[in-house]
């Protein structure tokens, strides 16, 4: 019951731009959409992160020829949008797989929301336990994304109804988009995030 009373709150950007973090399974649902995220989500009116996690999630993507055209999509995607990725300040750890942390210049400081959202939910989701083939550990990536939905609309492929951290946050007062509800809604992409957004 400790966790309903916490005061997690949507924080919207000062600079007017709808903040916008990519789950790692977005990609998919895209390249199969053949969207243009520049085109749909352009800089003047969208900020486009992705989170360490996500980042490392996506290099991991497997060297398939199957994949590569999909690979192609998020490099271009990436670089055309001019997509941030966000990290938590810290320093390296030794050991193999890849950094988490940004160092200085690069990661941010941990608010006290992520901190108290890592917090609620590090037991329950057995944060830094088991690790997956991207060399992130059980729900990392989840998490990570989850923890952006309090300052960023977190856009995802994940069912609404699958427990984890994206829909803790969700019910946390994170703002969570669920992606394969925009064919119902029948909207464009643009719209139904700055919908969203609006009804924050």
Wanted: glycine fraction near 8%; aromatic fraction near 10%.
């Amino acid at each position: 019951m400790e966790v309903l009373r916490l005061n997690w709150q949507y924080t919207r950007r000062g600079d007017g731009l709808i903040a916008v973090t990519l789950d790692n399974n977005v990609w998919d649902f895209l390249f199969a959409k053949k969207i243009d995220l520049g085109a749909e989500l352009r800089s003047d009116e969208f900020a486009i992160f992705i989170t360490r996690q996500v980042e490392i999630e996506t290099m991991a993507i497997s060297d398939m020829e199957s994949k590569t055209l999909l690979k192609d999509y998020i490099a271009r995607t990436i670089a055309e949008c001019g997509i941030k990725t966000t990290s938590v300040f810290g320093f390296a750890t030794l050991g193999p797989g890849r950094q988490r942390m940004g160092g200085w210049g690069q990661g941010t400081w941990q608010s006290q929301t992520e901190r108290q959202f890592y917090d609620a939910i590090r037991q329950q989701y057995l944060l830094g336990k088991k690790e997956t083939k991207s060399q992130l550990t059980q729900n990392e990536a989840d998490a990570a994304v989850a923890a952006q939905s309090f300052f960023s609309i977190a856009l995802t492929c994940e069912k609404p109804g699958k427990a984890g951290p994206i829909r803790f946050a969700a019910e946390h007062g994170g703002k969570v988009l669920y992606l394969p509800d925009i064919d119902r809604s029948g909207l464009t992409l643009r719209a139904y995030i700055a919908a969203f957004h609006h009804s924050a």
